[in-house]
């Protein structure tokens, strides 16, 4: 398969469990010195799955069964995700991104989650000169 992702690149990558085969096929495609961090939010631990990727990218499962402290509920789907997201933009980006800096290529799933749409529009406002996928973009 053709290589066709930059690999110049920051790549952020952020979905949950019905976003997986279209991210995997995301990492199938990654260059080999790929930069980045990958966020799946998952039900359970059931949902993991062992991934290969490039050395320079990462994978974290957030399981929403343990995200409420040990009740016996689960957090609301996309809370997760949305609360690792913000976290990554905290770290990663300057209160506006001018392009000047490493490109960033950010795929965003999450689709039904009105959090997700949230932290989908507030790195719209701040990044320019991004590539930006959201399935959910136009939810509102």
């Not at 995301?26 to 991934?51: H, T, Y």
């Not at 905290?90 to 800096?101: I, K, S």
């Not at 490109?103 to 799933?109: A, D, N, S």
């Not at 039904?112 to 320019?128: G, Q």
């Amino acid at each position: 398969m053709e290589n066709d992702l930059s690999p110049d690149a920051h790549f952020l990558l952020v979905g949950d469990s019905t976003d997986l085969g279209a991210i995997l096929g995301i990492v199938d495609r990654l260059p080999v010195n790929a930069f980045g961090q990958i966020f799946i939010e998952v039900a359970c631990d059931m949902q993991i799955q062992k991934w290969e990727l490039p050395p320079f990218m990462t994978i974290t499962w957030l399981r929403r069964d343990l995200a409420a402290g040990g009740s016996r509920s689960v957090a609301p789907r996309g809370e997760l995700i949305a609360r690792a997201v913000a976290g990554w933009a905290a770290e990663w980006l300057p209160e506006r991104h001018d392009g000047t800096e490493l490109p960033l290529v950010l795929w965003i799933g999450c689709a039904a989650s009105a959090a997700m749409n949230t932290v989908y529009r507030d790195l719209a406002e701040r990044v320019d000169h991004i590539h930006v996928h959201h399935p959910g973009a136009g939810l509102r």
